[in-house]
């Protein structure tokens, strides 16, 4: 059973940095694409950023691009999104994600979210 845990949210100001954590569990990870969504209130949930976990290739929104990075630390099968230069545009609930059809492609396994908050 995939198991997906995020970590790490809460409330800064504009301008602070975040890391946000996702444990994965469950299964070989390898072959995965996993991704990072949020979902402000009251909008539709976005695509932020993806990494193969395999290779550690990586894809961004444009929206977060040169902000935002994601990472992924085999050893504790745990990607990271770290984001930087926040702005209050970024408050949303952020989702981890896995799937095996491509960084943008569909992701079949989902976390609960972990709220990130800016404040202006």
């Known amino acids: 059973q995939v198991q997906l845990v995020e970590s790490g949210g809460g409330l800064v100001q504009a301008g602070d940095s975040l890391r946000l954590s996702c444990a994965a569990s469950g299964r070989t990870f390898s072959r995965y694409f996993m991704g990072w969504f949020r979902q402000a209130p009251g909008k539709e949930r976005e695509f932020v950023a993806a990494i193969y976990w395999n290779v550690g290739s990586t894809y961004y929104a444009d929206s977060v691009k040169g902000r935002f990075t994601m990472s992924r630390d085999n050893a504790k099968n745990t990607v990271y999104l770290q984001m930087s230069s926040l702005k209050p545009e970024d408050t949303a609930v952020y989702y981890c994600?896995?799937?095996?059809?491509?960084?943008?492609?569909?992701?079949?396994?989902w976390g609960q979210g972990t709220q990130v908050t800016v404040s202006s």
């Open positions: 994600a896995a799937g095996l059809y491509g960084l943008t492609g569909r992701y079949d396994f």
